[in-house]
């Protein structure tokens, strides 16, 4: 279903943080940038196609855990959706600078996707109530969180 409208229909539907035990998944490709496997907006998450959708169903899926992470730091957020997309946008916005130093920096350095990606792979990690290492990240500079992607990075 590539409805963009669809979208709303979500937003309206969407339940607190803490009610969702489940995330739905939703196909629309119309609100996904090109090299993105999925996002989670207000409690379901959606991909661009039916491929995605089934590697995210799949047991022990990262995807699934990752955005699962999403959904345990909203709840950390005064469990409210609209606080995460606030901070969200508010973290994303002052990393911008350094998408001249590294590329998609203004994602890849916000700190809900630094905690989502150091712990993806973890699938202890979203079996807790909230994930709230975002905050230590928040602390951080753009700077000193490019130096910490980078350690990530080698990880991963």
């Given at each position: 279903?590539?409805n963009?409208l669809?979208?709303?229909?979500?937003?309206?539907r969407?339940r607190?943080?803490?009610r969702?035990s489940d995330m739905?998944?939703?196909?629309?490709s119309?609100?996904?940038r090109k090299?993105?496997?999925?996002?989670?907006f207000?409690?379901?998450?959606?991909?661009p196609?039916?491929?995605e959708?089934?590697?995210y169903?799949?047991k022990?899926s990262v995807?699934?855990n990752?955005?699962?992470?999403?959904?345990?730091q909203?709840r950390?957020?005064?469990?409210?959706?609209l606080?995460?997309y606030?901070?969200?946008?508010?973290?994303?916005?002052r990393?911008?600078?350094q998408?001249?130093?590294?590329?998609n920096a203004a994602?890849?350095?916000?700190?809900?996707?630094l905690?989502a990606y150091r712990h993806?792979?973890?699938l202890?990690?979203?079996r807790?109530d909230e994930?709230?290492?975002?905050?230590?990240?928040?602390?951080?500079?753009?700077?000193?969180?490019?130096?910490?992607?980078?350690?990530?990075?080698?990880?991963?």
């Open positions: 279903m590539d963009p669809k979208i709303f229909s979500v937003i309206w969407s607190r943080p803490r969702v739905a998944v939703l196909r629309n119309f609100w996904l090299g993105y496997a999925g996002l989670t207000f409690g379901t998450v959606i991909v196609d039916d491929e959708r089934k590697r169903e799949q022990g995807m699934k990752h955005e699962k992470i999403h959904l345990l909203a950390s957020t005064r469990n409210s959706w606080l995460f606030l901070l969200y946008g508010w973290y994303y916005v990393a911008l600078p998408n001249r130093r590294m590329k994602y890849r350095l916000n700190p809900f996707e905690e993806e792979r973890d202890d990690y979203t807790q994930a709230t290492e975002w905050r230590r990240y928040a602390h951080m500079s753009p700077k000193e969180r490019r130096e910490q992607f980078g350690t990530l990075n080698s990880v991963n």
